[in-house]
T-cell receptor
C-alpha cells in the first residue's frame, strides 16, 4: 500500500463547477499538508498548505485536513479553464527532514 | 516564479552514461531537495542537502549522488544510467530550519531526462 493515495482521475468538469479533490494517507506522523498544481511539462507550484487538522481558504481554493480519518481535500470554486492542470497532494513529517510524500496526482480539465 | 532554476531543461543520454543536473535556489534557502517524477506519477524523494551535507535520503541507490555549494547552487549526479531513470528531475528549495518555514518547498521547472 502506498503511503499517500490519490485518485488519478482524469476529472472533467464544466466551467463554473466546483472541483473536489482528495487524498488519503497512512502515516499518522504527517503534520503538514500541501496541495501543488502542476501544468504540463512544468514544475509543481504550491497552492495551499495546512498545518495539522482544520480548514484553510484562499480565494477560490479551500483545503481541509481531517487527521482522525487521515483524509485531506481541496475544493476549487467557480472553476476556470486556467485551472486545468494536475493537482498533487503532498505531506510531510517534520521529524524526517520535511521530505515530501506525494500522491500520484489528479488530472483536472475544466471545459469552457 | 519560485526563483528556483534548473539546467538543462531537456537531456538525452544512453544507458550506462553519467549525467549531472544543476539547480540554483533563492538566496537564504539553505535546504535543497531532489525528486524524481516518472510519467503519470507523483514526485519521489531522492535526497536532501542542508548546508552542503546530505540530510536525508529516499529509496534510491548510491549511483544517485549530490552536491550543494555555498552559493545556493546544487547538483544531482546519476551514474550508470538505466532506462528506468527516464523521468522529470525536480529540485526544491526551502528556508533554513533555523529561521523557520522549512516545511514549504518551492520547486524549479525540472529537467526532463530521457535514457535510450
Amino acid at each position: 500500500q502506498k503511503e499517500v493515495e490519490q485518485d488519478p482521475g482524469p476529472l472533467s468538469v464544466p466551467e463554473g463547477a466546483i472541483v473536489s479533490l482528495n487524498c488519503t494517507y497512512s502515516n499518522s506522523a504527517f503534520q503538514y499538508f500541501m496541495w501543488y498544481r502542476q501544468y504540463s511539462r512544468k514544475g509543481p507550484e504550491l497552492l495551499m498548505y495546512t498545518y495539522s487538522s482544520g480548514n484553510k481558504e484562499d480565494g477560490r481554493f479551500t483545503a481541509q485536513v481531517d487527521k482522525s480519518s487521515k483524509y485531506i481535500s481541496l475544493f476549487i470554486r467557480d472553476s476556470q479553464p486556467s485551472d486545468s492542470a494536475t493537482y498533487l497532494c503532498a505531506m510531510t513529517d517534520p521529524t524526517h527532514d520535511y521530505k515530501l510524500s506525494f500522491g500520484a496526482g489528479t488530472t483536472v480539465t475544466v471545459r469552457a | 516564479e519560485t526563483g528556483v532554476t534548473q539546467s538543462p531543461t531537456h537531456l538525452i543520454k544512453t544507458r550506462g552514461q553519467q549525467v549531472t543536473l544543476r539547480c540554483s535556489s533563492q538566496s537564504g534557502h539553505n535546504t535543497v531537495s531532489w525528486y524524481q517524477q516518472a510519467l503519470g506519477q507523483g514526485p519521489q524523494f531522492i535526497f536532501q542537502y542542508y548546508r552542503e551535507e546530505e540530510n536525508g535520503r529516499g529509496n534510491f541507490p548510491p549511483r544517485f549522488s549530490g552536491l550543494q555549494f555555498p552559493n545556493y547552487s546544487s547538483e544531482l549526479n546519476v551514474n550508470a544510467l538505466e532506462l528506468d531513470d527516464s523521468a522529470l528531475y525536480l529540485c526544491a528549495s526551502s528556508l533554513d530550519p533555523l529561521v523557520g518555514g522549512q516545511e514549504t518547498q518551492y520547486f524549479g521547472p525540472g529537467t526532463r531526462l530521457l535514457v535510450l
